[in-house]
């Protein structure tokens, strides 16, 4: 049987380059699925499927949250800990921009402009987590621990 080659995004290869354990898995990507989807597909449990969400403060300066995939970020909680007026999610083709990343296959590693990162805090509480790993319909498993370290995130409490 032959081995299932895998895409060498920029996520994959920042991962393979920290020497990060980390496991690569495949799921049929649904359009508007979502994170619910992956974690059907996968047989995991929606909180532990991490997403990658671009916004932009009131200066349009991007932003990068990591959220638990049953949770949303509330936007006023999060303007707060950032010290800003408002935030907001980027439009598709300015979150490409600045990630490299297509809606759908953001991945927090290996973006292509340098961004600040955040994650709501009770994600290092999970013993593994399910990241995009740069491309819709992959996912990579790692200890969170790992990636907060790697991406030198920042906790935050912003999750409704």
């Not at 969400?53 to 959220?67: A, Q």
């Amino acid at each position: 049987m032959a081995k299932e080659k895998c895409p060498a995004t920029p996520a994959i290869r920042a991962l393979k380059g920290s020497g990060i354990p980390h496991t690569l898995h495949s799921y049929a990507y649904e359009e508007r699925g979502g994170t619910k989807r992956a974690a059907q597909e996968l047989h995991v449990d929606e909180h532990q499927v991490i997403k990658t969400l671009v916004l932009e403060d009131d200066k349009h300066e991007p932003v990068v949250v990591l959220m638990h995939g049953d949770r949303q970020v509330s936007t006023k909680a999060f303007a707060r800990a950032l010290n800003v007026k408002t935030v907001r999610p980027c439009d598709p083709e300015v979150a490409h921009r600045h990630t490299g990343y297509l809606v759908g296959g953001t991945s927090p590693l290996g973006l292509k402009k340098p961004l600040k990162i955040y994650f709501e805090a009770s994600i290092a509480d999970l013993p593994f987590i399910f990241i995009n790993a740069g491309k819709k319909g992959l996912l990579a498993r790692l200890s969170p621990h790992d990636l907060v370290k790697l991406l030198d995130a920042a906790p935050v409490n912003v999750a409704v």
